[in-house]
């Protein structure tokens, strides 16, 4: 899937080339940071995206960092990922080690110390609602380590509005209808996947995506962005703030 | 009707025979090595075990090791005996007798014993002689091959004493040097050493300080130092520590403790540092050194086996291995075991029941059984599954309308139904009707906006009188 746009590992981090007008989708590349917005919903969608369009060597550990409150206390609806459903994509569920954080700050720290170190596939983080410690600073972090150890992290936000944050890009995600099959049951996964933002390049672009069954792998469709489904208001607030993807300056530092 | 006797059963190629018999048995003609068919014949209540090597070398090693209360010389003697060197040790307990009588209440097995001067003497009557005599003891002492015994006895030998009152060459010239060697080990002519276990010696450092330690930093240096040395040792001895002990004496006597476990064994001192580190962080007060520490002292308490390892051009890989078990071992420090997980999967019908967490720290990746043809599972399940507003066909139709969270949703294509049945095994009652608790039918179904979910009905029309729907997961 997506081998057309696979940099080569050897490569430094860089944005994706930028082509105008048709172009397919990129990848969610090694050393960067990736922002996957999507509803409570589209959360498996957004999950399966991730997976799929994650450049990543596929032996190694992918690291699901989430938060949990103390167990016991609440008894709110939890989504625990189900084994059985993820190997049909691809993904063997012994590589998953899920991380339960207590807080967002918690969850952020722990995200950043996975993001150092070298050994994991992915590092995925599932975060809900505002998430108001993930700011430009936090972000920056996430891609200085990340570039380091040369992983891709992508933050998963689910029910939130896009943030200024330093992220390389910014995804929407959500389930697209599928094909059905002659017995009027549901078909392969469907995605709908919008780019909203992608740094040094243009953003607002929309693919369909569905999965082959046969060869594994989505199967990508740009669709024209005249017509942006209509769950989707095409334009969202919040800047990917443009930095250079090569650092040639000093780290970003906090001005008081 | 004899009272049924117990016997320990192994696979032996395509037949099941005895591996051992216990007491109750031996008066029926029933022997070790007979196929458990032919047991069975002659015994029909038999109870039978399976045999399991194992765990038998286990428990030997496990006595062993509590014979050490006894005396510092304890050798196993496989497959089912052990040699103690009590030289010394008997006044200690009040006499031979007193100090057989405590073995053995400590062994708590049905044994048989024999004290000599000689460990190969001891062995021998305690295996098979009863007496204190080794020249009355049968020739199947020198447990020499079934061919050469007998020819011993069609000889005319029969105990100890008649070979030992022949000249030893022509004995060897006849049945081998083995016979002599063991023949004369148990007379005592020979030596018959013993090697004993040897306890490891626990890995255990201390520094103490002329004037006590006034700075955090200073005792953190000084664990360092303890942790280089004992890495040292346990490089030495090919091991690795699992689990660390950190106790810190200040003036006050005060002993703060910092206890680190760790999922793989490791001996890097930076590594174990790091857990430290974590683990002072975690502390409700920081680590106070008040008036100074005295004295520091560190502990492995758990080792395992680690051998040394060559820094190869291609260990890239296990580097990264490495890394994350690192990795996890910090985060489990850091937020507490339960919290950094695997998915395995379990043998069980219910699909929330097919899988659980574990661990990742006490649990290496198991491999998940293939995909075969079942219906497709979800990526994600609900926990616990929510409840949910359905119109739907009775009795064996899929949702046509739902509502979730207050939002209508049409189903538009739907599979199924799937139907899962209650685990009535594993009830109380449930065998019997209605006891088993609700046969689920699973519905994959996508609404009109491309959203595609699991859904379930709990319990038939019939089974129950008004069955409920629920949501049991998502599907990209």
């Known amino acids: 899937m997506f081998q057309n746009h696979a940099p080569s590992s050897a490569e430094p981090p860089t944005d994706p080339p930028v082509t105008a007008g048709r172009e397919s989708l990129p990848r969610l590349a090694k050393g960067q940071l990736h922002e996957v917005h999507a509803g409570g919903d589209g959360w498996a969608s957004a999950l399966a995206f991730s997976l799929a369009a994650i450049e990543a060597d596929d032996r190694r550990p992918v690291l699901l960092l989430r938060v949990r409150k103390d167990k016991g206390r609440t008894r709110a609806m939890q989504m625990e990922p189900c084994g059985e459903g993820w190997a049909p994509l691809g993904l063997d569920p ?14 952020l720290r722990a995200g950043l110390d996975a ?17 108001k410690e993930y700011d430009l600073v936090a972000s920056r972090r996430l891609i200085l380590a990340a570039e380091q150890s040369r992983i891709p992290i992508v933050i998963l936000r689910g029910d939130a509005e896009p943030r200024a944050s330093a992220a390389h890009t910014r995804w929407s995600v959500s389930s697209a209808p599928s094909t059905p099959l002659e017995t009027r049951a549901p078909g392969a996964p469907a995605l709908h996947v919008e780019l909203q933002r992608r ?58 | 009707m004899p009272e049924a006797g117990g016997a320990l059963v192994a696979r032996d190629g395509q037949a099941l025979r005895l591996a051992a018999i216990d007491a109750g048995t031996q008066g029926q003609g029933l022997t070790a090595g007979m196929t458990l068919a032919d047991a069975r014949s002659r015994c029909p209540d038999l109870v039978t075990a399976p045999h399991d090597p194992v765990a038998d070398a286990r428990e030997l090693d496990r006595l062993a090791n509590a014979m050490i209360a006894f005396t510092p010389l304890v050798a196993p003697d496989p497959l089912d005996g052990l040699l103690l060197d009590v030289t010394g040790c008997a006044h200690l307990f009040g006499g031979e007798e007193e100090l057989v009588r405590r073995v053995l209440a400590a062994a708590g097995y049905t044994a048989r014993h024999a004290l000599a001067a000689h460990a190969a003497a001891a062995r021998a009557l305690a295996r098979y002689g009863s007496g204190e005599d080794v020249r009355a003891l049968p020739v199947a002492a020198l447990e020499l091959s079934e061919d050469k015994l007998s020819g011993l006895r069609r000889a005319g030998l029969t105990t100890l004493g008649d070979l030992a009152s022949r000249p030893m060459a022509g004995l060897a010239a006849r049945f081998g040097e083995t016979a002599v060697m063991r023949l004369r080990a148990i007379l005592g002519e020979a030596g018959s050493p013993i090697t004993p276990l040897r306890p490891a010696e626990p890995i255990r450092l201390e520094t103490r300080f002329p004037e006590p330690l006034a700075r955090t930093d200073d005792a953190l240096d000084v664990i360092e130092d303890l942790l280089a040395q004992a890495a040292r040792i346990m490089e030495q001895r090919q091991l690795g520590g699992r689990r660390f002990l950190v106790l810190l004496q200040r003036s006050d006597n005060v002993r703060p403790r910092l206890a680190v476990e760790t999922g793989q064994p490791v001996r890097d001192p930076a590594a174990v540092m790091r857990l430290l580190r974590e683990r002072i962080d975690t502390l409700s007060d920081p680590l106070d050194p008040g008036y100074g520490f ?14 040394s390892r060559q820094m190869g051009l291609e260990s890239r890989k296990e580097e990264n291995e490495d890394s994350v078990a690192a990795l996890v071992d910090r985060l489990s420090v850091r937020l507490g075991e339960d919290r950094v997980s695997r998915l395995v999967p379990r043998d069980r019908h219910l699909p929330e029941r097919a899988q659980g967490l574990v661990p990742a720290k006490q649990a290496p990746p198991v491999s998940w059984p293939k995909a075969d043809e079942r219906p497709t599972r979800p990526l994600l399940l609900l926990d616990p599954p929510q409840p949910v507003d359905v119109i739907a066909g009775v009795p064996d139709s899929p949702p046509q309308r739902f509502r979730w969270r207050g939002r209508l949703h049409d189903v538009r294509l739907a599979e199924g139904p799937e139907r899962i049945g209650a685990e009535w095994w594993r009830r109380r009652g449930g065998h019997l009707p209605g006891g088993a608790g609700d046969t689920r039918d699973y519905y994959r179904i996508e609404d009109a906006e491309g959203r595609r979910y699991w859904i379930f009905r709990s319990g038939l029309f019939g089974e129950t009188p008004d069955p409920r729907w629920y949501l049991h997961g998502l599907f990209p």
């Open chain 1, 115 to 131: 993001a150092r170190c070298a050994g994991p596939a992915a590092v995925l983080l599932e975060s809900w609602g505002r998430l």
């Open chain 1, 199 to 256: 740094r040094g390049g243009p953003g607002g672009l929309h693919w369909r995506l569905e999965w082959n069954e046969e060869h594994g792998g989505f199967r990508e469709e740009l669709i024209e962005p005249a017509q942006p489904p209509l769950d989707h208001p095409p334009t969202l607030p919040g800047a990917v703030v443009s930095l250079d993807a090569l650092r040639t300056r000093e780290p970003l530092r906090r001005i008081a």
């Open chain 1, 94 to 107: 012994a590589r998953l080690v899920i991380v339960d954080a207590r807080d967002d700050a918690g969850l």
């Open chain 2, 294 to 307: 005295d004295a520091i002292s560190l502990a492995v308490l758990t080792v395992e086996h680690l051998p």
